[in-house]
T-cell receptor
Framework: EAGVVQSPRYKIIEKKQPVAFWCNPI?????LYWYRQNLGQGPELLIR????????DSQLPKDRFSAERLKGVDSTLKIQPAELGDSAVYLC??????????????FGPGTRLTVL | QKEVEQNSGPLSVPEGAIASLNCTYS??????FFWYRQYSGKSPELIMS????GDKEDGRFTAQLNKASQYVSLLIRDSQPSDSATYLC??????????FGDGTTLTVKP
């Protein structure tokens, strides 16, 4: 079974430029998460999808971040314009939905973003 | 106060010893609890999940949950150098909200 796929693995951009990250979850996983992880910290949830619906985007900085999961499968996270403080690892995870609290998450390899 | 608190460490134990990792959480509505291991430069991988009070054992790993005290722990028996990593505690609320702690860095010395 293929794991969570993310691309690109690394991205270096200058501030004020746009950037996009792509994620393809494990087949059959209807819950998809985007996290941001800074060095020495745990993953911080940006947005959670149940199928194509964004059910928790309270931590997403909506002035510059956007995300979509149009067909309830793969997803794209975009930053426009990027700022120096956006440098981090962006992780995508997926899980099945069992009960009300959800199941364990499976993570992709992440995208390491450097903003110069 | 963070929603999920962990001692940042580093925690250092000798090979063969028991490593004890602790986590507290603030949301009493939390229902699911997970421990993930993250090697440097890699993404988190699941070690254990626990949903009810008590102990759950899987090989050298034991997760313990006490909902009344809002406390979850992970014990690693017979620690190996390959266990050296950052261990992340994650908590899911009844609404499916998932919150991670900042992790505890464990070093197992040969």
């Amino acid at each position: 079974e293929a794991g969570v796929v993310q691309s690109p693995r690394y991205k270096i951009i200058e501030k004020k430029q746009p950037v996009a990250f792509w994620c393809n979850p494990i087949s059959g996983h209807n819950t998809l998460y985007w996290y941001r992880q800074n060095l020495g910290q745990g993953p911080e949830l940006l947005i959670r999808y149940e199928n194509e619906e964004a059910v928790d985007d309270s931590q997403l900085p909506k002035d510059r971040f956007s995300a979509e999961r149009l067909k309830g499968v793969d997803s794209t996270l975009k930053i426009q314009p990027a700022e120096l403080g956006d440098s981090a690892v962006y992780l995508c995870a997926s899980s099945t939905r069992s009960g009300t609290s959800g199941k364990e998450q499976f993570f992709g390899p992440g995208t390491r973003l450097t903003v110069l | 106060q963070k929603e999920v608190e962990q001692n940042s460490g580093p925690l250092s134990v000798p090979e063969g010893a028991i490593a004890s990792l602790n986590c507290t959480y603030s949301d009493r509505g939390s229902q699911s609890f997970f421990w993930y291991r993250q090697y440097s430069g890699k993404s988190p991988e699941l070690i254990m999940s626990i949903y009810s009070n008590g102990d759950k054992e899987d090989g050298r790993f034991t997760a313990q949950l006490n909902k009344a005290s809002q406390y979850v722990s992970l014990l690693i028996r017979d620690s190996q150098p390959s266990d050296s990593a950052t261990y992340l505690c994650a908590v899911n609320t009844n609404a499916g909200k998932s919150t991670f702690g900042d992790g505890t860095t464990l070093t197992v010395k040969p």
